[in-house]
């Protein structure tokens, strides 16, 4: 990219990581000339007592665009696939936060702390791995540097958010029902339901369609993606993805089988010099990380480290992140970063 004192910036969506975006912008002094905000549809909008003019997504929006971070929704009819070739044929990076793009072998996949040189191959679209992968990922390459891993069976407790607005919105609407009447059973009947089940006093293992061998596709993301950005194809990787009545931060147990053993001090010194990660690791003092308190944050918390009782080359941990913000907004704003370098 070429080299500019600032640059014009468009945020596609304005949804609970599009909003986030227009955060991290601001928070990390990104150096903005224009700033373009687009969604379906226009009107005025107030973030933390900034405002911002939405305008109707058109292709000739992206004219003189830079740098497009899209956060619409995905598929056929959503932003990416119907403006991302758009917005490159008018000279802009996209950098896409959707699974549209994700595994095309011409799009880097990129979470700064593990692949940040993958940006420079980009032929006009990076992506944005998904939010469960993200955090994954972060707490896996220290690790794997230092002791290679064969295996990786992790278990994910996700946030309604990682569904958007809709999703959000869900929850807040079973849990005042719950609260008027009841405990079990509420009969949703949104008009739009955006979870499968209901989410209030309840968990469910089903994020993303049903897919092959009974895995669903979030399933399958945490596999491909981490395969596809740690440059490994040959980790064992399994996953089973819940969600549960949080409204931001995913949390995940992760089992990890290094290939030469590891102890639980040296994966804690290791996992607390690393770039993006705090470790918050002090049982006798009822210290581990929670979703609560990595809302609004940009870091990894990782916690409960510790061996496999029966295996030396076991080791699990328990690691939280904002899915809007590491998981999403931090982690496209950070490419971004590194696009301008
Ligand atoms: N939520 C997470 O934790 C998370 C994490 C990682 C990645 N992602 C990905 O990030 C993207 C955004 O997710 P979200 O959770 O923020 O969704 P969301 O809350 O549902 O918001 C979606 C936004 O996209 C806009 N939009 C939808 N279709 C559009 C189109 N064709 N053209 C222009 N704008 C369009 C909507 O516009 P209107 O407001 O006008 O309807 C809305 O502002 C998705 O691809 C999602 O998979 C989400």
Redesign the pocket.
Known sequence: MKKKAKYNVAV???????IEMLRCLKQFNFPVAELRV????ARQIDVDGLKYS?EA?SPEGFSGIDIAL?????GE????V??AQEATRRGAVVID???DFRMDPAVPLVVPEVNAKDVKIHKGIIA?P??STIQMVVALWPIYKKAGIRRVIATTFQAS??????AVEQLEEENIRIAAGGYQDVEVNLENKAMPQQLGYNVFPHIGGFSEDDYTSEEWKMVRETHKIMHDYKIKISATTVRVPVRTGHSEAIYIETKKPLSANQAKDILSKSAGIIVLDEPKKNLYPMPKDAEGKDEVFIGRIRRDPFLKYGLWLWVVAD??RK??ATNAVQIAQELIK
Not at 12 to 18: C, D, N, P, R, Y
Not at 38 to 41: D, E, G, K, Q, T
């Open positions: 596609i969506g304005v949804g609970v990581v599009g687009f969604a379906r549809s939405v997504i899209f956060a619409g929704t995905e009819k959503g932003a990416a119907t403006y936060n959707g699974a944005n998904n939010c958010s990682g569904a958007g607005k809709a899915n809007l998981g999403a």
